[in-house]
């Protein structure tokens, strides 16, 4: 089936250094989205990739759809303690109908 | 501000129970989703649903079924709850698939 690679699977940083972690897939995908899921919510939406070669911001966030569409990063710019949660990966299935969803990367930051 | 509501948020039941975990939203979506979170993080697509009176079993296999009788509402029934159902259940919508999806908050469910 569908099966999508994040790493790292975990990471502690610093408050204040930058963060990078990337989904991988062995499929070509057109749609990728990154999700934050904060301690005991659910899962809020970062960013949407529609183009292949994409690099998109939303604050201190910023992702690319890779050339390949077969790999996405983010990036965490200034990392600040509420930062920590668990980034999800999702592609749009092939079908058009459904997301599958990355293992995911916790992140924890130190003050 | 969430558009999408789970109820309860944490739940303990006895084994053989029955359940009904509650999921709305008021944002007129047709499509609806649960998830089952283990503990290892990792999100599975257990039921879904296009619209009123269409459910679909999802990727993993569970003993829960669903309902769509309301474009607003998608409750998840488990008729005997049994340890191996501990978990937490996220229910999702959207309205074009294309622009993802909104997560309720969860239900947090221990069966002992």
């Known amino acids: 089936g569908q099966q999508l690679n994040q790493s790292p699977q975990s990471m502690f940083i610093q408050e204040g250094e930058d963060v990078s972690m990337n989904c991988t897939s062995s499929s070509i995908f057109n749609t990728w989205l990154w999700y934050k899921q904060d301690p005991g919510e659910g899962p809020v939406l970062l960013i949407a990739?529609?183009?292949?070669?994409e690099l998109t911001s939303n604050g201190r966030l910023t992702a690319q759809f890779g050339i390949t569409r077969k790999d996405s990063f983010l990036n965490i710019s200034a990392s600040i303690p509420s930062d920590v949660g668990i980034y999800f990966c999702a592609v749009l299935d092939n079908y058009g109908q459904n997301f599958v969803f990355g293992p995911g990367t916790r992140l924890s930051v130190l003050p | 501000e969430a558009d999408i509501y789970q109820t309860p948020r944490y739940l303990v039941i006895g084994t053989g129970k029955k359940i009904t975990l509650e999921c709305s939203q008021t944002?007129?979506?047709?499509?609806m989703y649960w998830y089952q979170q283990d503990p290892g993080m990792e999100l599975h697509l257990i039921h879904y649903?296009?619209?009123?009176?269409?459910?679909e079993k999802g990727d993993l296999s569970s003993e829960s079924t669903v309902s769509r009788i309301r474009t607003e509402h998608f409750p998840l029934t488990l008729e005997s709850a049994r340890p191996s159902h501990t978990s937490q259940y996220l229910c999702?919508?959207?309205?074009?698939?294309?622009?993802?999806?909104?997560f309720g908050s969860g239900t947090r469910l221990t069966v002992v």
């Open positions: 944002m007129g979506h047709d499509k």
């Open positions: 649903s296009y619209g009123v009176n269409s459910t």
């Open positions: 999702a919508s959207s309205a074009l698939v294309s622009y993802g999806y909104t």
């Open positions: 990739l529609y183009k292949a070669g």
